[in-house]
């Protein structure tokens, strides 16, 4: 079922491309949407890259749902950030991978009893 989106609505979309006019995000599998480099911030952009990164998932507006498969978004006024920037570090805890190894011989059990049942 195809979504209706409304004017003002603040959504989660996927960067899908970055060209030097905007920003490419899909919204979900029949809507797709463009942030102009206007509608990022109000002071001036050198670089959009310097923003966001492609496969990032963020917050955007929609300002515009005149063509329902091509919205107008914006990032303007908005915390469109969903996680860091550099969402590939990974805080270690205490016991780092303390918890797998207890359960890793379990799991391995689990998958080879299941790989057999199919057979019976």
Sequence with gaps: MKRIYKKGEIVLGQI???KNY???VKLDNYHKGLV???????S???NIENY???GELIRVRII???????LKLSLKKLDYRITNRNNSK????PNGFKNLALHLDYWLEREKIK???KYY
Excluded: C, L, R, S
């Design 16 to 18: 899908t491309g970055i």
């Design 22 to 24: 905007g920003i490419f």
């Design 36 to 42: 102009y480099i206007t509608e990022i911030n109000n």
């Design 44 to 46: 001036f952009i050198k």
């Design 52 to 54: 966001v990164n492609i």
């Design 64 to 70: 515009d749902n005149a063509n329902p498969q091509m």
């Design 90 to 93: 990974i805080i270690e805890t």
């Design 115 to 117: 790989k057999y049942e």
